[in-house]
């Protein structure tokens, strides 16, 4: 049993495991985003937690990232790389993949 010490937590990343995410690439979204996490050396400051279905399927794989509050969309395995790099390390959001943000209230779409 893993014992994280919160005190160290920047980003917590929650990655929706539900079915349709799943069929998307989301489990091995979820290694992958882990395994670069723990390249980069940053497991002690981001906590990621599986989850079940978000509600937005058709936008999946879907990650949720507090305390950004922001929604991102599309997170599949050949895009986890630059995920981490951009979000996780740099703290700059891949706009392209904002699906929302609670500060400016709105869904973004394409297009
Ligand atoms: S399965 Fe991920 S949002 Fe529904």
Same mark, same amino acid.
């Given at each position: 049993m893993a014992?994280?010490?919160?005190?160290?937590?920047?980003?917590h990343l929650f990655?929706?495991?539900?079915?349709t995410c799943t069929?998307?690439?989301?489990?091995?979204s979820?290694?992958?985003i882990r395994e670069y996490i723990a390249d980069e050396g940053m497991e002690a400051q981001v906590h990621t937690t599986k989850?079940?279905?978000n509600g937005r399927c058709n936008d999946g794989p %879907? /990650?949720?990232?507090?305390?950004?509050?922001?929604w991102f969309k599309g997170i599949t395995p050949d895009f986890c790389r630059k995920f981490v790099q951009?979000? %996780? /390390?740099?703290?700059?959001?891949p706009e392209s993949k904002v699906l929302f943000d609670y500060e400016e209230k709105a869904i973004r779409v394409e297009g």
């Amino acid at each position: 049993m893993a014992i994280k010490d919160l005190t160290l937590v920047e980003k917590h990343l929650f990655i929706c495991n539900g079915g349709t995410c799943t069929k998307n690439g989301a489990e091995e979204s979820t290694k992958k985003i882990r395994e670069y996490i723990a390249d980069e050396g940053m497991e002690a400051q981001v906590h990621t937690t599986k989850t079940y279905c978000n509600g937005r399927c058709n936008d999946g794989p %879907v /990650v949720i990232a507090m305390p950004e509050n922001v929604w991102f969309k599309g997170i599949t395995p050949d895009f986890c790389r630059k995920f981490v790099q951009q979000y %996780v /390390v740099k703290n700059q959001l891949p706009e392209s993949k904002v699906l929302f943000d609670y500060e400016e209230k709105a869904i973004r779409v394409e297009g």
